[in-house]
């Protein structure tokens, strides 16, 4: 058996977004370690997908600018096609300093420091037990808590003095959640509840929880990569780091990422003007928050000037794109009445944690960010709605009432 003096640490995949790290890598990472009865010792997490450095910024927007000259007025072809697999190594060069330079500012920020339960000091003096969960699901199709359990001290008796295991989530591990989520389950420790009870109470630690009488409504707008771009008859899908032109040369991504399926800020509108209408601005404050579509056009010129692009689009079409960057995020100036946290930057982040984090009504569309931020953050007392843009019916303004009378 592993005696109860066993500590263990965590390391997230530091290029994925906040929601993810914290809401489906930590706790399910921590929920294992919590099964074989040892103690969480805490070791920042690096957010380097959501925090950049200023120099970084500055960098994709000089690119953007570059390949925005090269698509308008060079136009595809093999000049701009060779200039613009130039710049893909670039940024690929300064992604990997990036991760070089790891910022923990964000983890004393979420108060992440909190959840420690052993001696940080360990960390410097033992040495680690990397725990693979990939072999060990490998070995064991359908295993049980006591496999898990036999296998980690397997893994220790092969190790000599003082050792803490280390729980890594690797690229291959988004495959193996319901497996995870087994072993938690027969071990009695639910992924959600561990979302729900274990960062909230170090945040407000540091954090003033305000009392303003009103409802909080936060309306989460994901458009960065996860967005469609309607130029008159012609769509293109942003996703990821690609671009397609129809949803059905989606429908494997959609299989293991549902979620992702984009909603734009029109389609809030309906539902945005009738709680306006239906519950009154007396009785509410609102926030919008979105990534904006920053990075939506930078994936869409990187994706148009690669060389296997068969993507072209005609003059009228080239307009309208031109026009939509033109107007960038004029879009969200609709949602009158609402603190807009509109883009990526370091103190928009944190806002946007903040509003989560205190919402009694959280509205979103598309991707986890807004639902894990809200649940990792907000405390298991504090009751709220959270509902999909794409559920909503006018009698849920109901549900939004009784909240407020509750």
Same mark, same amino acid.
């Given at each position: 058996?592993?005696?109860?003096?066993?500590?263990?640490?965590?390391?997230?995949?530091?290029?994925?977004?906040?929601?993810?790290? !914290?809401?489906?890598?930590?706790?399910?990472?921590y929920?294992l370690?919590?099964?074989?009865?040892?103690?969480?010792?805490?070791?920042?997490?690096?957010?380097?997908?959501?925090?950049?450095?200023?120099?970084?910024?500055?960098?994709?927007?000089?690119?953007?600018?570059?390949?925005?000259?090269?698509?308008f007025?060079?136009?595809?072809?093999i000049?701009?096609?060779?200039? %613009?697999?130039?710049?893909?190594?670039?940024e690929?060069r300064?992604?990997?300093?990036q991760?070089?330079?790891a910022? %923990?500012?964000?983890?004393?920020?979420?108060?992440?420091?909190?959840?420690?339960e052993?001696?940080?000091?360990?960390?410097?003096?033992n040495?680690?037990?990397?725990?693979?969960?990939?072999?060990?699901?490998?070995?064991?199709?359908?295993?049980?808590?006591?496999d898990?359990?036999?296998y980690?001290?397997?893994?220790?008796?092969?190790?000599?003095?003082?050792t803490?295991f280390?729980?890594?989530?690797?690229?291959?591990?988004?495959?193996?959640?319901?497996?995870?989520?087994?072993?938690?389950?027969e071990?009695? !420790?639910d992924?959600?509840?561990i979302?729900k %009870?274990?960062?909230?109470?170090?945040?407000?630690?540091?954090?003033?929880?305000?009392f303003?009488g009103?409802?909080?409504?936060?309306?989460?707008?994901?458009?960065?990569?996860?967005t469609?771009?309607?130029l008159?008859?012609r769509t293109?899908?942003?996703?990821?780091?690609?671009l397609?032109?129809?949803?059905?040369e989606?429908k494997?991504?959609?299989?293991?990422?549902?979620?992702?399926?984009s909603?734009?800020?029109e389609?809030?509108?309906?539902?945005?003007?009738q709680?306006?209408?239906k519950?009154?601005?007396?009785?509410?404050?609102m926030?919008?928050?979105?990534?904006?579509?920053?990075l939506?056009?930078?994936?869409?010129?990187r994706?148009?000037?690669?060389?296997?692009?068969?993507?072209?689009l005609?003059?009228?079409?080239?307009?309208?794109?031109?026009?939509?960057i033109?107007?960038?995020?004029?879009?969200?100036?609709?949602?009158?009445?609402?603190?807009?946290?509109?883009?990526?930057?370091?103190?928009?982040?944190q806002?946007?944690?903040?509003?989560?984090?205190?919402?009694?009504?959280?509205?979103?569309?598309?991707?986890?960010?807004?639902?894990?931020?809200?649940y990792?953050?907000?405390?298991?007392?504090?009751?709220?709605?959270?509902m999909?843009?794409?559920?909503?019916?006018?009698s849920?303004?109901?549900?939004?009432?009784?909240?407020?009378?509750g």
């Open positions: 058996m592993i005696a109860e003096t066993r500590s263990f640490t965590i390391q997230t995949i530091p290029g994925s977004g906040l929601g993810d790290q !914290l809401g489906t890598q930590f706790t399910r990472l929920g370690g919590k099964s074989i009865g040892a103690k969480y010792i805490y070791t920042p997490v690096s957010f380097q997908r959501s925090i950049k450095p200023r120099s970084m910024r500055l960098s994709q927007s000089l690119f953007f600018r570059l390949r925005y000259f090269l698509f007025y060079i136009g595809q072809n000049f701009s096609n060779a200039v %613009n697999a130039i710049f893909l190594q670039l690929k300064i992604d990997s300093l991760v070089i330079k910022d %923990n500012k964000l983890s004393t920020y979420l108060g992440l420091k909190y959840i420690n052993g001696d940080s000091n360990l960390l410097q003096n040495s680690f037990c990397d725990i693979c969960l990939e072999d060990f699901f490998e070995l064991n199709e359908f295993p049980y808590l006591l898990f359990k036999d980690v001290n397997y893994l220790m008796n092969e190790k000599t003095g003082s803490i280390r729980f890594s989530w690797t690229g291959k591990m988004w495959a193996l959640i319901p497996k995870i989520d087994q072993l938690l389950k071990a009695e !420790l992924k959600d509840i979302l %009870n274990t960062f909230s109470g170090g945040y407000w630690k540091q954090h003033v929880q305000p303003s009103k409802t909080n409504i936060v309306f989460h707008i994901r458009c960065g990569d996860s469609t771009v309607q008159g008859k293109l899908i942003v996703y990821d780091k690609f397609y032109e129809s949803v059905d989606m494997e991504i959609f299989k293991i990422d549902p979620d992702r399926v909603v734009l800020p389609e809030y509108f309906h539902v945005y003007n709680i306006v209408d519950v009154g601005l007396e009785k509410i404050s926030t919008v928050i979105s990534d904006g579509y920053e939506t056009y930078t994936n869409l010129l994706n148009l000037l690669k060389r296997k692009c068969a993507i072209r005609s003059g009228k079409e080239k307009k309208v794109l031109a026009q939509k033109k107007e960038f995020n004029g879009v969200f100036k609709n949602f009158t009445h609402a603190k807009l946290i509109i883009g990526e930057s370091d103190k928009n982040l806002d946007s944690v903040y509003a989560l984090a205190n919402a009694d009504v959280v509205i979103w569309g598309c991707g986890g960010f807004a639902c894990n931020t809200h990792l953050f907000k405390g298991p007392v504090k009751k709220s709605l959270v999909n843009v794409k559920d909503y019916f006018d849920n303004i109901n549900l939004i009432k009784e909240l407020k009378n």
